[in-house]
């Protein structure tokens, strides 16, 4: 069994910056990788950026590339997400995941585990 856990949403006022964290625990995978998440209310799940194990493919959506950064430290089972110029359109609950497979996707029937996430809103 896998855990995965959030921290680090909030209230920030608009272009300010959050770094959100996800802690995985239990069964230890020869080879992972890790993405993030996140719907707004009223709105389908979207995809924001993904990372293999090595930390040598990472993906971000259009919404947030140049903004946002992933980053992962595999010797504490974290992957971070850094969000920067934060935009009140960003205003989410955001989940990571994490899938055996090596190969990072933007595609969230591929990932096997899922965090419960946390609440990130942008004031204007």
């Known amino acids: 069994q896998v855990q995965l856990v959030e921290s680090g949403g909030g209230l920030v006022q608009a272009g300010g910056s959050l770094r959100l964290s996800c802690a995985a625990s239990g069964r230890t995978f020869s080879s992972y990788a890790m993405g993030w998440f996140r719907r707004a209310p009223g709105k389908e799940r979207e995809f924001v950026a993904a990372?293999?194990?090595?930390?040598?493919?990472?993906y971000y959506a259009d919404s947030v590339k140049g903004r946002f950064t992933i980053s992962g430290d595999n010797a504490k089972n974290t992957v971070y997400l850094q969000m920067n110029s934060l935009k009140p359109d960003d205003t989410a609950v955001y989940y990571c995941?994490?899938?055996?497979?090596?190969?990072?996707?933007?595609?969230?029937?591929?990932?096997?585990?899922w965090g419960q996430g946390t609440q990130v809103t942008v004031s204007s």
């Open positions: 990372i293999n194990r090595s930390g040598t493919s990472v």
């Open positions: 995941a994490a899938r055996t497979g090596v190969v990072a996707t933007t595609e969230w029937g591929r990932y096997d585990y």
